[in-house]
């Protein structure tokens, strides 16, 4: 874990920079990966906004420390969605899995990606309007790292 999830936070970081994303969504705001990759990206970039979808407020002024512009529960579906409403091109870094991760993708705004890395719940991805990808031109993609790393050059690391 201390290869993998370093080296994953920049395979990540680099799909949102590439796209010129304006906004970040992580389903698991308090997983390692997490943690690192909004770290990371506050070092690149400022300008990209980072929200956090977390279970619990426990650890909130802890996240917020790291550089999360705002964090949410997964109950509160309307709120995040009526916040990313303007943020065309949002990735949405997801581990979690199933319904949920489904849900977050519907309300994702246009152009937008749902990047995924794993599958913490063990629930297949679910609750997808397929409209979304055709009518609003969003992608879903997975991460492994074993294949980013043997798509990149050393030049590109």
Excluded: H
């Excluded at 650890?59 to 916040?83: A, H, N, P, V």
């Excluded at 991760?101 to 890395?117: D, E």
């Amino acid at each position: 874990m201390f290869c993998i999830n370093p080296l994953s936070v920049i395979g990540l970081c680099q799909i949102a920079l590439s796209r010129n994303s304006k906004s970040i969504i992580l389903s698991a705001a308090t997983s390692n990966v997490s943690k690192m990759l909004v770290s990371y990206i506050k070092l690149i970039s400022r300008d990209i906004k980072i929200y956090g979808i977390s279970r619990s407020p426990q650890y909130d002024d802890y996240l917020k420390t790291l550089g999360y512009d705002e964090l949410y529960r997964s109950d509160e579906i309307e709120t995040i969605k009526s916040r990313l409403i303007n943020d065309d091109n949002s990735v949405f870094y997801d581990c979690v899995g199933g319904n949920f991760a489904g849900t977050i993708f519907n309300i994702l705004p246009k152009n937008s990606i749902m990047v995924n890395y794993g599958r913490l719940s063990k629930e297949q991805l679910g609750s997808i309007d397929l409209g979304e990808l055709y009518f609003r031109n969003k992608q879903i993609r997975g991460f492994w790292l074993n294949t980013y790393l043997k798509s990149i050059t050393s030049s590109q690391f």
